[in-house]
């Protein structure tokens, strides 16, 4: 049981290139997230998708857009990558949407330089 | 969305019983108290949830007041494994949506 997949684990881009990360789950689960952490700092939400066909923002979408492809996959895409996109990517999934409850289920991160 | 707030690092030794306080004096009626541990270079894992009272499980206990404006995650006699980033996070409803927001979270370092 593989949980939650990310592709690549490691990238280095050129400023101004474009790429997509890619994130699976096969836990059958309804909301997956796009974090990103830099170093010494918590995980800020980038997007999410409460569900099937539904994103949203959260605290810092800028620069960034997604696509729920389907039930399992939630790509993340940087179509003009900058130096302060440098930083760890980590998506996640949950069960959601279910009120007042929520256990998320992490991937091992992408590790992103921008140059 | 609730935040929280958390100490930024804490030392213990191992062996000792390690107590981490969060606060979210902002908390919603329905949102629920969820702590995370964090290895370097990997993601969050969930380490124990909790609403009211008391919850226990084979890793951690949780301590949540009446007034639930802080929680507090107790590690019982740590060991160096145990050290890693604590994340405190409360959960955060809008109609179907979620929007879980991570604190800064607390780092934890055992020593011999």
């Known amino acids: 049981n593989a949980g939650v997949t990310q592709t690549p684990k490691f990238q280095v881009l050129k400023t101004g290139q474009s790429m997509t990360l890619q994130c699976a789950q096969d836990?059958?689960?309804?909301?997956m997230y796009w974090y990103r952490q830099d170093p010494g700092m918590g995980l800020r939400l980038i997007y999410y998708s409460a569900s099937e066909g539904t994103t949203d923002k959260g605290e810092v979408p800028n620069g960034y857009n997604v696509s729920r492809l389907n039930k399992r996959e939630f790509s993340l895409r940087l179509e003009s990558a900058a130096p302060s996109q440098t930083s760890v990517y980590f998506c996640?999934?949950?069960?959601?949407?279910?009120?007042?409850?929520?256990?998320?289920?992490f991937g091992s991160g992408t590790q992103l330089s921008v140059l | 969305l609730a935040k929280t707030t958390q100490p930024i690092s804490m030392d213990s030794y191992e062996g000792q019983e390690v107590n981490i306080t969060c606060s979210h004096n902002?908390?919603?009626?329905?949102?629920?108290i969820t702590w995370y541990q964090q290895f370097p270079s990997q993601g969050p894992r969930f380490i124990i949830q909790?609403?009211?009272t008391k919850v226990t499980n084979e890793v951690a206990s949780l301590f949540i007041p009446a007034d639930r404006k802080s929680s507090t995650l107790s590690l019982p006699r740590v060991s160096l494994s145990d050290t890693a980033v604590y994340y405190c996070l409360v959960g955060a409803t809008s109609g179907s949506a979620r929007q879980l927001t991570f604190g800064s979270g607390t780092q934890l370092t055992v020593l011999p």
């Open positions: 909790g609403y009211k």
């Open positions: 996640a999934s949950s069960e959601g949407p279910r009120t007042g409850y929520e256990k998320l289920f």
């Open positions: 836990m059958n689960h309804n909301s």
């Open positions: 902002n908390i919603a009626t329905n949102d629920y």
